[in-house]
């Protein structure tokens, strides 16, 4: 309605130029139905990539670039720190894992829950695992017995140094419902 | 008093809890006619009268206050967290007495020819959006906001110690309002409590428009046409969800146990739950030979069961029990009801295998994750 009002009164005064804007107006070709699918195809592709590179980099943060891990492979002193029968909490905080030595030897359990997990804790008069958020327990050989948690605590694989020292590798894992456990790795015999 | 509190921590037991709350429900809420009869015969409907809801209502704020005395109930009640569920027992409650009042209202209405509570003779037949429609929604938002800015400010939220992957709170709680999916977990396995069930439950919810096709007392408060949907639906609704949220925030502790609400939290409260499997009931306790090493041959029986459940008691119910529902629903309806019924039912079945029978899955087949 504007460019029409602006049109006529442009030239109900011929004497006075119209202004520089509303002479740009006679220059607009139509839209013809080509260039629009054109410009609609060129917008869908911008479009597109634009999400595209979104997503891309969206992507690209699940993959950080510095990871706060403790290493996987560790020392963790001789088998004679270890006394038979006790669970060993040193590295429970550091590494995520329980030393446990019985009468066969030296076993490294994982301290994540198969439920869902959460950490479990050692309770020493009730002698055996217990995990607070939903009520499983395991124990000392990391088979489950209460509580929901489908399947035993998984083992890691462990073994001795040239020096003598044990080796835990948290990369290699055995778990007792696929027969892992008898794994010569799974158990060091001392 | 102590006697009271230990009462009270006795019928906390969830065994108890749980029996009596299943035993009393359906005549509250009743699903038929013969729970309706008792309903009328032992006037339960008096329940959602004016002044039983003061009664009611009397009785719950004064067992808090009373409550409050004990300094076991005072820790758990007044934890920042656990502030919400006190509201939510009594607003829970309001709103249920509120929409059955109304219901039964318009029930008696209906009965002596009056018209429906709802009903707005509008002049002219129109209605200004502003004020009519949205006036109170909006006093309710200014306020609702206000006391959600007060109660912010003046109960913060506890700040703990940063996150330690190694060492787990204990006991170990979810938000207030995911711990009735929390309760869950402890009786299924993770993906069926994690996933699939709390997608059935939106899935259900969402089906109720096609499954309940009964046109009589719909669009207005009313309970005598709608005995079935109200009462399973609360049955869900206040037994399934509300109460497992209370439960989990009032009744788990230390090491994920049941304590009364006047308990100690004992660290070191020992129970024995060693569980089993029904498979390992099968082949151990019952026919004393050890686990067959084929999957399927030990836990066929477990499959059975389910398959029994899910396969043919939905047929044989069509048959008896449930044959004018079958006719009113058809087959297709009656087959989506029946299942989210049954599923829905497994919940509390599981809950008390476990805490008689000591029965961890009925089919259990950990090495590749399918536990049920």
Known sequence: MAEIKNKESATKDPGRRPPAALSKTKTVEPITRRSFFSWLTIGWFAFAAATGAFFTMMLRFFFPNVLFEPVQTFRAGFPDDYTVGEVDLRWKDKYGVWIIRNEEGIYVLSTVCTHLGCTPNWLVSEQKFKCPCHGSGFYKSGINFEGPAPRPLERFKITLADDGQIIVDKTIKFQQEKGQWNDPEAILSV | ?372
């Open chain 2, 1 to 372: 008093m102590e006697s009271f509190k230990h009462l009270i921590d006795t019928i906390s037991n969830p065994t108890i809890l749980f029996t009596a709350t299943f035993l009393i429900f359906f005549f509250i809420f009743p699903i038929n006619d013969w729970f309706d009869k008792w309903n009328r015969r032992l006037k339960l409907y008096g329940l959602w009268s004016k002044k039983s809801m003061l009664i009611v209502t009397f009785i719950m704020v004064a067992f808090y206050i009373v409550g409050l005395s004990d300094p076991d109930f005072r820790l758990i009640m007044l934890k920042p967290d656990n502030v919400p569920i006190s509201g939510l027992i009594y607003l829970v409650y309001f709103f249920t007495w509120l929409s059955m009042h109304q219901a039964y209202e318009n029930d008696a209405r209906i009965e002596r020819g009056e018209p429906l509570d709802e009903q707005y003779d509008a002049p002219n037949d129109k209605v200004l959006v502003w004020p009519d429609l949205v006036y109170i929604e909006f006093i309710s938002l200014i306020l609702c906001s206000a006391f959600l800015l007060i109660w912010s400010i003046s109960l913060p939220a506890p700040i703990e110690e940063p996150a330690n992957p190694t060492e787990s709170p204990n006991p170990a709680k979810a938000p207030w309002y995911f711990l009735g999916l929390q309760e869950m977990l402890v009786y299924f396995d993770p993906w069926m409590a994690g996933v699939v069930l709390p997608m059935l439950i939106i899935v259900g919810l969402m089906a109720i428009p096609y499954l309940d096709n009964e046109r009589s007392g719909s669009g207005y408060y009313s309970f005598k046409n709608r005995k079935l949907s109200i009462g399973l639906f609360m049955f869900g609704w206040l037994v399934l969800w509300n109460m497992l949220i209370i439960v989990g925030t009032i009744l788990r502790g230390p090491n994920w146990n049941f304590f009364g609400p006047f308990e100690y939290w004992d660290i070191h409260k020992l129970e024995a739950l060693t569980n089993i499997n029904f498979s390992e009931f099968v082949y151990i306790k019952w026919l004393n030979t050890g686990l067959p090493d084929n999957i399927i041959l030990r836990e066929i029986w477990g499959l059975l069961v389910l398959l029994g459940y899910f396969l043919i008691l939905p047929p044989l119910l069509a048959k008896t029990a449930l044959k004018k529902l079958f006719a009113r629903l058809g087959s297709f309806r009656y087959s989506i009801f029946i299942v989210l019924i049954l599923i829905a039912l497994t919940l509390p079945m599981k809950m008390y295998l476990r805490w008689i029978f000591n029965l961890k899955y009925i089919v259990s087949i950990p090495e590749y994750f399918f536990n049920f």
